[in-house]
């Protein structure tokens, strides 16, 4: 029988990639995005792409009766729980606004999903929750550590929560997934990351220096101990990481508890070897100058993922050089990101 699985978040990056990868499998999904920061236009090309459209409900994870309609009107048999804020600078200026919508917003959504019997949860945990580790890689059995702003505390007190839900109820199956740094788009070009503003994140900034939105890259900080002085990070293709919630999904079916996984690659780059590649990858030149470190960064964070290899079958396959390409192969596209196309659109219904 066809599994409904119930995305928050799914017009969002990863959520819009990771419902793509449910329809392809065969999932029938309702998505539940308050569109706060993404555009429904996400749905209408995963829709194109899968041959087979996701019932798009535009509303927010805080509201329970909404929820209680959900779970009534569909035979909803998991989460996947995307949905919440996650710029770290503002979540220092709106640290209420990050605790509202991330650990509220998920409360109001366990409690709907208690409501409604549905107890297996795939969940978008971070690195973040590790703090500023001694010791590379990091293993999921590294203690959880003081992330440095609102924003990563509120994925931390997520987590906590669930561990003392799982104690709580036997019933409940929570996967926690820790992801490393989110990269790249779908190899067709059609979605990826659209990022309101001026992107914080590294390869959005530097793909919209490439388009030509934005003078130079600022590398922030060249005196890290690290291979040449600048932040290492462990970049994980958006579309290894759909395919790992997947597996998470498969698995919970046969696991009880919350259980937590690293989803990374294992391998650390530097700030100039992601230019390096991005450059070398798309034959463009980037201009970048260097500057003091940001407040709030570690040297270097990259991850252990023989945990999820071992026990949910799951590595990722996408290297550098496909992460480049395929960031520039969106951006290039869709230089406004969905903007243009979406001003075109009728609106998606539930
Ligand atoms: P995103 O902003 O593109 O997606 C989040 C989606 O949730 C958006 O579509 C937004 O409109 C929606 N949303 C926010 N609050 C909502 C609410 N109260 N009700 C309903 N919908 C709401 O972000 P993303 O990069 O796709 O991240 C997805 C999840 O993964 C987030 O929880 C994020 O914290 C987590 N995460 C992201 C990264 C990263 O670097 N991108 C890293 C680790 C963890
Ligand atoms: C990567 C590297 C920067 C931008 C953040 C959040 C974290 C997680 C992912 C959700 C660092 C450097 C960046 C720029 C630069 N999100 N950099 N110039 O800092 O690892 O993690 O996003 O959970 O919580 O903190 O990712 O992409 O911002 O930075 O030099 O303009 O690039 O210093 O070394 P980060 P990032």
Known sequence: MTETILVTGGAGYIGSHTTLALLEAGYDVVVLDNLCNSSNESLHRVAQLANKAALFVEGDIRDAALLDSLFAKHPISAVLHFAGLKAVGESVREPLRYYENNVAGTVTLCQAMARAGVYRLV??????VYGEPTQMPIREDFPTGVPTNPYGRSKLMVEQLFADLAQSEPSWRIAALRYFNPVGAHHSGQIGEDPNGIPNNLLPYISQ?????????AVFGNDYPTVDGTGVRDYIHVVDLADGHLK????????SGLHIWNLGTGVGYSVLQMLKAFEQANGLTIPYRLVARRPGDIAE?????????????????????????DTWRWQSANPQGYAVAAALNEPLSA
Not at 248 to 255: D, I, K, V, W
Request: aromatic letters at 6%; a neutral charge.
């Open 301 to 325: 964070c990259w991850a252990d993922p023989a945990k999820a290899e071992e026990e949910l079958g799951w590595r990722a396959t996408r290297g550098l050089t496909d992460m480049m390409a």
């Open 248 to 255: 998470a999904l498969q698995a919970m079916t046969s696991r």
């Open 123 to 128: 969940f978008s945990s971070s690195a973040t």
């Open 209 to 217: 220096v490439a388009i030509g939105k934005l003078a130079q890259l």
